[in-house]
């Protein structure tokens, strides 16, 4: 598993951007994806999950209702769908991979390199 976000970059508050996180693994799909993002200062957070198994998610309360995660098993890529954005998003945005549908950093295997997502207000 080989993990590349990007996507990343500076929007005014209430925009959108999309961030992808695409595998150069063969064993994309056995795993599941999830988005994780770091502020200064602050710790690592969850932010959404997918399930390899049947594609259901899980997110995070602070972007529940703002944040869709999706994946495409065919081209070994997930995505994160950010609307209306607040400046609170603001962080480095990791993807990662793991056995299971977890919340928790420790338990994912595998991380990309991050992307900035910055939100003027």
């Known amino acids: 598993v080989q993990l590349q976000a990007s996507g990343g970059g500076l929007v005014q508050a209430g925009g959108s951007l999309r961030l992808s996180c695409a595998d150069s693994?063969?064993?994309?799909?056995?795993?599941?994806m999830a988005w994780f993002r770091q502020a200064p200062g602050k710790e690592r957070e969850f932010v959404a999950v997918?399930?390899?198994?049947?594609?259901?998610?899980i997110y995070a309360d602070s972007v529940k209702g703002r944040f869709t995660m999706s994946r495409d098993n065919a081209k070994n890529t997930v995505f994160l769908q950010m609307s209306s954005l607040e400046p609170e998003d603001t962080a480095v945005y990791y993807c990662?991979?793991?056995?299971?549908?977890?919340?928790?950093?420790?338990?994912?295997?595998?991380w990309g390199q991050g992307t900035q997502v910055t939100v003027s207000s």
């Open positions: 990662a991979a793991g056995p299971r549908v977890s919340v928790y950093y420790p338990n994912y295997d595998y």
């Open positions: 693994g063969r064993t994309f799909s056995e795993y599941a």
């Open positions: 997918i399930s390899w198994l049947d594609g259901s998610t």
